[in-house]
């Protein structure tokens, strides 16, 4: 699997997840993560901009459980 294909699905899981949430505030992060991966995966992101949001997305994740 391509990289930007892995930056999609996990766009694709943050927009889950926030259909999900009753959190408005989790919701609207989820949503810019979201945003963020989609647009990491149109371009070439540095590993410390990646870095960050792999933390963000995984934070996220842990808000669900």
């Given amino acids: 699997m391509a990289f930007q294909d892995e930056l999609r699905e996990a766009a694709a899981s943050c927009l889950d997840i926030a259909q999900t949430t009753t959190d408005l505030n989790a919701r609207a992060r ?36």
């Fill in 30 to 65: 989820l949503l810019m993560l979201a945003r963020k991966f989609m647009d990491l995966a149109r371009g070439s992101p540095s590993d410390q901009v990646l870095a960050t949001l792999l933390e963000e997305f995984n934070n996220a994740q842990m808000l669900k459980h």
